[in-house]
Nanobody
Framework: VQLQASGGGLVQAGASLRLSCAAS????????MGWFRQAPGQEREFVAT????????YYADSAKGRFTISRDTGKNMVYLQMNSLKPEDTAVYYC????????????????WGQGTLVTVSS
């Protein structure tokens, strides 16, 4: 599975962005997908994950109520809708995939996209 993330940019606090992750490969439908982020000088951290069926989602506390992860299996796409963005959301955002069950642990993921930069100004 190859992943390509896009949709990042520079926005003001309170704005919204939608990140997209395009996946190649016929087994995408069997993969749980996740979004992670990494700010300068910090470790990569979990943001959200979605089951292979799309029926279950799980969010980091920092994302609950503001971010929504979704997938369109027919299009091999995963999305992260981010609302009410804050300066502390500034980071490079990565999409990742792993077979079967979802996980919040980045070490559990086998495939990673190249990342897309989100910058939120105050």
């Amino acid at each position: 599975v190859q992943l390509q993330a896009s949709g990042g940019g520079l926005v003001q606090a309170g704005a919204s962005l939608r990140l997209s992750c395009a996946a190649s490969g016929r087994i995408f439908s069997t993969y749980a997908m996740g979004w992670f982020r990494q700010a300068p000088g910090q470790e990569r951290e979990f943001v959200a994950t979605i089951s292979y069926s799309g029926g279950r989602t799980y969010y980091a506390d920092s994302a609950k109520g503001r971010f929504t992860i979704s997938r369109d299996t027919g299009k091999n796409m995963v999305y992260l809708q981010m609302n009410s963005l804050k300066p502390e959301d500034t980071a490079v955002y990565y999409c990742a995939g792993r077979p079967s069950f979802w996980s919040s642990d980045p070490r559990a993921y086998d495939y990673w996209g190249q990342g897309t930069l989100v910058t939120v100004s105050s």
